[in-house]
């Protein structure tokens, strides 16, 4: 029987191509109100895949199936099966903490703690590595090293013990990335992440996550048909629930194989 610490991919020379996360005839309810419909899809490791459609048709409630961050609202009850690295999540031996050092979540609206840069990442490590001690050194490596990864430490080497709640929205959500990384997730859930941010933001945001995706599974969720275009490698189009096509974003853009997708892309609803 696998155990609650399983969450590691299989070693294989074609690793970009592996799936990361595989769904098999899930369905969520809130209450009474089934909110996802028998979905099932295979999403790759090393690339990002975008989650896209109108308001209300379950790309969050699926996003956060992946981490079973729906769980925290209560009165939710899911049936069938999510695979993540090989192991399902839903299984009763799965520990939701462990799952999460595997699946980490960038929100749409920046969320740091109201201490200083330093902290904010130090705190990321210490919540996930209970027991550990780590020497000063190590956590001064571990800061660097992460800020350094989303272009963050030449804007704040000097000034680490900065409150991060005074960052600019852009720098804020990097900070946010940067706290992941230490504890060294393989996947990565981003729910909107640009929304609170400008254009020259939003960009360079997107160029963070190009820069990510060869070494994380990155999953989005975007309302942005224009950011969905440049920013992911595949898309699924979700409606009322239900998956109605998942293809290389190429493919969902200029070819695609579904009416529904084809009025969505074209803007005729949602």
């Not at 960009?203 to 275009?229: G, P, Y």
Request: proline share 4%; with cysteine; net charge neutral.
């Amino acid at each position: 029987m696998a155990t609650q610490n399983s969450f590691q991919p299989v070693e294989s020379p074609w690793a970009h191509h592996e799936t990361s996360i595989r769904v098999r005839d899930f369905s969520l309810w809130y209450g009474t109100f089934q909110a996802l419909h028998s979905v099932s899809t295979d999403i790759r490791q090393g690339i990002v895949t975008g989650l896209i459609g109108p308001s209300g048709c379950g790309k969050t409630t699926l996003l956060r199936s992946f981490n079973r961050i729906n769980e925290r609202y209560g009165n939710v009850t899911t049936k069938g099966e999510i695979s993540i690295l090989t192991k399902n999540i839903l299984d009763e031996d799965v520990s939701v903490a462990t799952l999460r050092k595997s699946v980490g979540m960038v929100f749409q609206r920046p969320n740091p703690l109201p201490i200083s840069i330093y902290e904010n990442i130090v705190f990321g490590i210490r919540s996930h590595m209970p027991g550990r001690q780590l020497s000063k050194s190590d956590l001064d490596g571990h800061v660097e090293s992460a800020l350094r990864e989303v272009a963050l430490w030449n804007e704040t080497k000097d000034n680490l013990k900065r409150k991060a709640t005074e960052l600019t929205l852009e720098q804020q959500q990097k900070l946010c990335i940067a706290r992941l990384l230490p504890i060294k997730p393989r996947i990565i859930l981003m729910d909107e992440p640009c929304s609170a941010l400008d254009a020259s933001g939003i960009e360079r945001i997107e160029e963070l996550i190009s820069s990510l995706k060869e070494r994380f599974t990155i999953v989005i969720v975007t309302h942005n048909m224009a950011q969905a275009r440049r920013a992911s490698d595949e898309c699924i189009f979700m409606l009322m629930g239900e998956i109605i096509e998942h293809a290389t974003t190429t493919d969902m853009f200029f070819n695609p194989r579904q009416e529904k997708t084809a009025m969505y892309i074209e803007g005729r609803y949602g």
